[in-house]
């Protein structure tokens, strides 16, 4: 794919909305799939070296265990469930083979506080380098980011959250910052899309925005941004 197959597509942020459809797992893959909608998912690394796909770094929010999730072996993980459901957390390579290529994935990879990032990242392309499908990835992480755009031909995205008064709120505002690290395309929380530094970028680059959650606001960021991040689709 380029980079430009980015603009003009609606996105499924870890799911499509559905009360059986837990986020990040198997059944909202599938309905996802069936739908034929993009699939935004994240990327997390464990103890023993597994990739696993879930959000958070801590299980409380969908387990209610205060744990971190890099403090598991997968051996460990699996056996816990969400709850009132079987489900597991998903191996990366399980959903890989789920989706087939049959739809796009962009694909967040988190923070490693357990191994070195480049340690991280090459663990992540070894499984990549055998999905001929399209994806392209994403980081919060500028070390992770500038990683995979100096070792891979991925499509390779910044993450910009709306953090105000923080120093990356800073570095985030600076055109020579996003410059030097030149983002294949820029994923930006849709509080701040209309900054001015992003949209100049727009010029350049497709913009993604997060998490779209009703009409209103979709409606009201439309003209700014070149894809969504839809928290709720409803067929």
């Not at 959903?95 to 506080?113: H, R, W």
């Not at 070195?116 to 499984?127: D, E, G, P």
């Amino acid at each position: 794919m380029k980079v430009n197959d980015l603009k003009g597509i609606y996105i499924a942020h870890r799911r499509i909305q559905n009360d059986s459809a837990i986020e990040n797992t198997f059944p909202a893959f599938s309905l996802a799939v069936s739908k034929k909608v993009p699939i935004e998912l994240d990327l997390h690394i464990l103890k023993d070296g597994n990739i696993v796909v879930f959000h958070d770094s801590n299980l409380k929010r969908l387990f209610g265990i205060d744990r971190e999730i890099s403090s598991y072996c997968y051996e460990e993980l699996k056996e816990l469930t969400f709850p009132n459901t079987g489900l597991h957390i998903p191996l990366f390579q399980e959903v890989l083979d789920l989706v087939g290529g049959k739809v796009l994935l962009i694909i967040e990879i988190k923070q490693t506080k357990i191994m070195s990032f480049s340690n991280y990242c090459q663990k992540i392309v070894s499984i990549l380098k055998d999905y001929p499908y399209d994806f392209v990835v994403k980081s919060f992480d500028i070390r992770i980011l500038h990683w995979f755009l100096k070792h891979t031909s991925y499509i390779t995205g910044l993450l910009i959250a709306n953090r105000k008064g923080s120093f990356y709120d800073f570095l985030m505002h600076r055109k020579w910052i996003i410059s030097c690290l030149n983002p294949d395309f820029l994923s930006v929380d849709y509080h701040i899309v209309s900054n001015s530094v992003i949209q100049y970028f727009r010029k350049q680059k497709p913009i993604l925005v997060w998490t779209i959650r009703d009409s209103d606001i979709l409606n009201d960021i439309k003209e700014e941004a070149d894809s969504y991040l839809i928290e709720k689709f409803y067929f």
